[in-house]
């Protein structure tokens, strides 16, 4: 099962994880790709319609469409809904229809339905993003550029309505036409800012991986208006990805010398300095900031990476003299550091002496877990224990959750089943208690338990991408209902049409069915958006599967580069009897 991989969807990384995950930490052009198309339109989760319709043959409608659709019969709950739109002035049922015929992939009733609800909505960017969406769909510009315009003209051509715009543009996967469109519409925009529109076009460009094109479009946004930040890091970052070096790095330097005091901004210059070999710069950079209790804790991590740890540990002693008004945020972050360098004992103390303030549970539950970590589990369920006794609901929640992680990675599978049960017992409508436990569930093979968690999930949250995805992936894994595992699936994809775990999902769910190319082109996908080793055991069985040997074992190589302990990817390897 792919556990881990489900949980990223809505964990929360840690304060270590994101130091260096800063504005501009993908600049590196060893790093993913520099852009991809938006998730969607954006619509409003759904929720059952507040006003029931007085119209006899709309409320007729709008019922058969929810029942239809609870039935997962979306072709026909599309036609009904969308009839039901036709007939009603309220904005909500045409909303409705539009989410239900993006979800049924019925472009022609979505471009209908979305167009209902940009007129009922008129002042809706929502409304007019999905209609654009659903035009580029069946390839009408012509529609697209109308809602376009209309969002330019609600935002007032602010620089976010441009990128918006150049995001709805990506869909279309046309980039000279898309490019053509924003030409024309700002040429309709007396108001446009010709950089805004330089910056826009660029990302389209990026997103087609047209780079050099996308280099052009940043650099003469960036000559345009010079002062601005978020150009002049973009062209940086677009010029590291065409391997321009030198280039890169001053546009970025020139961002950061615009805006020292953008803590984000200074630590992504010092990382991405730091991944070219320029460690004294990004040391420099780094020692300039204003020296508060992240930036110290920044300053060891990047000494350690540098596999210099005498400095690292200097930094630490300095760490404890400076001078800091909150001392719970300070041995907050003094324990992470105590960590990173492996003090674990110091590490526990110090998260220990958190008695107060924002950090006090982040601080409490990480104690608990370095304490299981040394072996102690029952103290560490013992300290969990008081954080519920003492705690408001998102405290007892979240340490729940913290005793069931720490007991499944202990190998305790089943006391981490029961400890969810325990927690569910008092917060039966917990989203993440119920997606945590049905996961475990399906870890266990116990796909009933893990379904009614999911589902019990899902009608508390409709559109939850996550638990569609996982509900999807259970079925096509440990059932033979694949009809109906793709059709959660492809509601998370729509959802969540870049998130490498969906997209995984949906390769795996056709290689089930026998569709090896498309599940290849899916899986593809999937590994180039995420190198996770599970991903590349679901690729490499579909190329083993289509006879490309040795491709397949060249991507299963890599996923052991990865995790070669990862128990999908060695289940995998021995009942394919494939040695990499």
């Known amino acids: 099962m792919r556990t881990q991989r489900h949980e990223r969807l809505i964990s929360t990384p840690t304060a270590i994880t994101l130091l260096f995950a800063a504005m501009l930490s993908a600049c590196s052009s060893t790093g993913p790709a520099i852009d991809t198309p938006p998730d969607g339109p954006v619509v409003e989760t759904v929720v059952p319609l507040a006003l029931e319709p007085t119209d006899t043959d709309v409320m007729y409608r709008v019922f058969a469409g929810e029942y239809l659709g609870s039935e997962r019969d979306l072709s026909a709950a599309v036609d009904e809904y969308l009839e039901a739109a036709l007939l009603s002035q309220d904005p909500e049922i045409a909303r409705r229809a539009t989410r239900i015929a993006f979800a049924a ?93 330089y910056f826009a076009r660029s990302k389209v460009a990026a997103s087609a991986r047209e780079l050099e094109k996308a280099f052009e479009y940043a650099r003469q946004a960036a000559e345009l208006d010079p002062e601005r930040v978020e150009f002049l890091a973009w062209a940086g970052r677009v010029a590291l990805n065409l391997d321009l070096e030198e280039t890169g790095i001053e546009y970025v330097r020139r961002a950061w010398e615009l805006d020292s005091d953008n803590h984000d901004l200074a630590l992504g210059f010092a990382d ?40 690292a540990e200097d930094l630490f002693g300095e760490f404890a003299g400076l001078a800091w008004d909150d001392s719970a945020e300070k041995s907050f972050y003094r324990a992470q550091a105590a960590e ?33 970590l040394e072996g102690d589990m029952d103290s560490a369920r013992a300290a969990l224990a008081r954080v519920r006794e003492g705690g408001d609901a998102e405290a007892v929640e979240a340490a729940w959750l913290t005793e069931a992680r720490i007991l499944r990675a202990a190998g305790g599978r089943e006391a981490s089943f029961d400890v969810l049960t325990r927690a569910l017992d008092g917060n039966p409508d917990s989203v993440d208690l119920l997606y945590t436990r049905s996961l475990l569930a399906a870890e266990l093979r116990r796909v009933d338990a893990a379904e009614r968690d999911l589902r019990a999930l899902l009608a508390i949250e409709p559109e939850n991408a996550a638990a569609l995805n996982a509900l999807g992936y259970t079925l096509a894994d440990q059932t033979e209902r694949y009809d109906e595992a793709e ?79 990862n128990p999908v990817l060695r289940e995998t390897l021995d009942r394919l009897g494939a040695t990499p």
């Open 105 to 197: 992939e019925a472009w022609q009733q979505a471009v209908m339905a979305a167009d209902r609800w940009a007129v009922l909505a008129p002042e809706s960017v929502p409304a007019h993003e999905s209609a654009a969406n659903a035009m580029l769909r069946v390839g009408d510009f012509f529609g697209a550029e109308y809602a376009l315009g209309r969002i330019l003209e609600i935002l007032e051509d602010s620089p976010d309505a441009w990128l918006l715009v150049s995001r709805i543009l990506t869909l279309s996967g046309e980039p000279d036409q898309a490019d053509a469109t924003l030409l024309h519409l700002q040429g309709q925009r007396a108001d446009a800012d010709p950089a805004d529109v």
């Open 272 to 311: 991405l300095l730091a991944r070219t070999g320029r460690e004294g710069q990004a040391r420099k950079v780094l020692e300039g900031m204003t020296q508060t209790p992240d930036v110290m804790l920044s300053r060891i991590l990047f000494e350690l990476s540098a596999q210099n740890r005498v400095a």
């Open 340 to 372: 990173a360098l492996g003090m674990v004992q110091q590490a526990i103390a110090l998260y220990g002496s958190v008695t107060q303030g924002e950090r006090l549970l982040a601080a409490s539950l990480r104690r608990a877990e370095l304490i299981a």
């Open 487 to 565: 059709e959660y699936i492809r509601q998370a994809y729509i959802l969540m049409p870049n998130e490498a775990s969906v997209i995984d999902s949906m390769g795996w769910v056709a290689y089930r069915q026998g569709r090896l190319d498309e599940a290849e082109g899916f899986l593809s996908r999937a590994w180039t958006l995420d190198r996770n080793a599970e991903i590349a055991a679901h690729l490499g069985e579909v190329l083993w599967m289509k006879g490309e040997r040795e491709k397949a074992l060249e991507v299963l190589r890599e996923g052991l580069d990865v995790d070669e302990n």
